[in-house]
């Protein structure tokens, strides 16, 4: 794996951090080399310069031929995102989520889902959306960043998740 490979997907892991579990801590990004590329002065994501022109070709917009043949050709295919968005659906492409960030003309910034999101998508029937909730919220405390802050085996065994 050459060094520019391996940046990208230590960045990948990163963002993917950011997104699924909670926001970096501050430590992290002052030390991430190219935190400025993902994150913009207020921590707001950013869509990295190298990749906004992939982006667009990925997601193809106005005039992309399967486009105007599923929708028809009265929209664009970034109409079409900004009115799922408004009805609060949860688009994705290729399995991430996609964020309208309100920008005109510019293309959808992609992140993860995170852990509720995907939990949900993926659990067993059996467990319901309150289960669900406490499943979610044990696991966030077991992948806390900061170690003492992380609960101890012997914690865990305490918890009422696993003694009911």
Do not use: C
Not at 15 to 29: F, G, K, Q, S
Not at 30 to 55: C, I, Q, T
Request: hydrophobic residues 30%; glycine residues 4%; negative net charge.
């Amino acid at each position: 794996m050459g060094g520019d490979d391996r940046a990208d997907t230590d960045d990948d892991h990163l963002l993917e951090l950011n997104d699924v579990i909670e926001p970096l801590p501050d430590l992290w990004l002052s030390k991430w080399p190219r935190a400025h590329k993902y994150f913009g002065p207020n921590r707001e994501r950013l869509v990295p310069e190298d990749e906004d022109e992939n982006m667009e070709e990925d997601f193809k917009f106005a005039n992309d031929d399967d486009f105007d043949e599923e929708y028809g050709n009265d929209e664009t295919y970034a109409d079409h995102m900004t009115d799922e968005l408004a009805e609060g659906e949860n688009l994705e492409y290729d399995k991430i989520s996609i964020v309208d960030l309100g920008l005109a003309n510019e293309p959808p910034m992609i992140t993860n889902d995170s852990l509720e999101v995907q939990f949900n998508k993926k659990k067993p029937d059996d467990i319901d959306s309150e289960e669900a909730k406490v499943v979610t919220e044990l696991i966030r405390k077991i992948l806390r960043y900061e170690p003492s802050e992380r609960p101890t085996a012997a914690d865990l065994l305490q918890h009422s998740w696993f003694k009911d």
